[in-house]
């Protein structure tokens, strides 16, 4: 007797469901607080005081774009992961949050009496998730067979270059500047940031390149003292691109992109060959070329000038530091912002991240101040937790994948959150030079919601693919 196909209920992602109730719950109640915190303190808390439903827009349209994306997958792709979902939807939730929260505090005009600040800024924010979402889902569609996107690695890496070139003409242009040059592309109805496509395509180049020269790469014939190298025909494409994070780092002047690509190729190449000379021979050249930067370039030592800023001990050489434009008063406002919110934060809605005189840029570059400030440490560690979750999982997705190029290419992609987050908190923290990459799903801005969900959804069409190959079942 043939077996029965199970039923619409038995096929139904519950597991997925159960899990977003929480960031549901934990939107509602944000977002009620948020209202609560803004509200007259002189008036008695009544049902007139409860946030209406237009107040509740950023929440409940995120509610329901992500039950919507629950029953599309439940639909056609149910056995993709159930738990990735549920974590970015909880982070985009706390970015669309913030941004609420954040927006009529920002200041659009320094010498205006009565700013209202960018009141909309959540419901923008929702807007980028929202088309983020739909994105993820349109990857998944599209992407039946993700070997494909290995067939084309020079076409892959034709794009990397491409995707870069505006932001190298500018930086031509703009060399003498001692700032890092605009990473923005103006088309229409939006400002794109190369950057953010820029780093998927040279992971699928470097996954699709590592996957067919794993072998050679692995046993290095190549000696130099008493280091193996792979071949020269090996190695040049890999020089190539590690070129490019040259060329960003000298011409483009931004170091966090530079940092990214090039701990993107010293996790793959590591993941590939397993061996660890590889990546101390690319640490050697990295602090070589570091120091190179570090002795021609003014803009990487006032960077790591802000670094060194002594905030106990204040000296005039501090003030002055300080004080200069673009100098370390973001760095400061933020550690003192973090530093005002102790353990358990001030609440949401009770801080005071934003405004004149405050965290410059605290809806994108400093957003994890803004956190540290409300939720205090306990929140921050809970944030930490949801991105070590998503890079569980999407390691998990890299091992459980049945073909080399899937695993480094899921591999790859979940690094760069983890290679992201890392970077832009501990900037925030002055632990190394501020950047301008952005918090994943967290920090405000459109290129990076878009990115980020065409990785989700290249990780979760991997994860279909993966457990329908074991199945055996459509």
């Not at 927006?103 to 929702?126: A, S």
């Not at 990857?139 to 067939?151: A, T």
């Not at 290679?419 to 900037?427: E, F, M, N, P, R």
């Amino acid at each position: 007797m043939a077996s029965q196909s199970p039923g619409v209920f038995q096929r139904y992602r519950w597991r997925e469901l159960g899990l977003l109730i929480i960031p549901f719950l934990i939107l509602l109640v944000a977002m009620t607080q948020l209202f609560l915190a803004n509200a007259d303190p002189r008036s008695s808390l009544n049902v007139k005081n409860l946030p209406t439903i237009e107040g509740l827009i950023p929440a409940l349209g995120l509610v329901a774009i992500l039950l919507l994306a629950n029953v599309v997958l439940s639909v056609f792709f149910r056995k993709a992961d159930q738990v990735l979902l549920p974590l970015v939807g909880l982070l985009s939730g706390i970015g669309v949050m913030m941004a609420t929260r954040l927006g009529p505090n920002i200041p659009t005009c320094v010498t205006c009496e009565h700013d209202p600040g960018i009141p909309n800024l959540g419901t923008k924010q929702l807007e980028w998730v929202v088309m983020g979402l739909v994105i993820c889902m349109v990857v998944m569609f599209v992407l039946r067979n993700i070997s494909w996107l290995g067939r084309f690695k020079y076409t892959w890496a034709a794009v990397s270059f491409l995707v870069l070139l505006p932001s190298l003409i500018n930086g031509i242009r703009t060399f003498r500047s001692n700032a890092p040059s605009r990473d923005v592309l103006q088309i229409p109805f939006f400002a794109l940031q190369p950057s953010e496509l820029l780093k998927i395509s040279i992971v699928i180049f470097f996954a699709a390149y590592l996957s067919e020269n794993r072998d050679m790469i692995a046993q290095g014939f190549l000696r130099i003292g008493r280091f193996r190298l792979p071949p020269l025909r090996q190695l040049g494409p890999l020089l190539l691109m590690l070129g490019l994070a040259l060329m960003i780092f000298l011409i483009v002047r931004e170091l966090g992109l530079a940092l990214l690509i090039y701990s993107l190729f010293l996790c793959m190449t590591y993941l590939a060959s397993s061996k660890l000379s590889y990546v101390l021979v690319s640490l050697g050249i990295f602090f070589f070329l570091a120091f190179i930067g570090y002795s021609l370039l003014g803009y990487v030592r006032s960077r790591f000038a802000v670094v060194s800023i002594d905030m106990i001990h204040w000296t005039q050489a501090s003030e002055e530091l300080y004080q200069q434009p673009g100098g370390a008063g973001q760095i400061v406002q933020g550690l003192i912002a973090l530093s005002s919110g102790g353990i358990f934060g001030a609440g949401l809605g009770l801080g005071h991240p934003a405004g004149v005189g405050f965290v410059p840029v605290v809806e994108s570059d400093m957003v994890l101040t803004a956190l540290g400030e409300e939720l205090g440490l306990a929140g921050l560690f809970a944030i930490l937790g949801l991105y070590l979750f998503i890079v569980y999982r999407g390691y998990r997705i890299a091992i459980e994948a049945t073909e080399p190029f899937t695993q480094l290419l899921a591999a790859g992609l979940t690094s760069i959150f983890a290679i992201q987050t890392l970077i832009i908190s501990a900037g925030n923290l002055k632990l190394m030079p501020l950047t301008g990459i952005p918090l994943p799903f967290l920090s405000y801005g459109g290129s990076s919601i878009l990115a980020n969900y065409i990785i989700v959804g290249i990780l979760l069409r991997i994860s279909h693919n993966t457990a329908v190959e074991r199945d055996g079942s459509a």
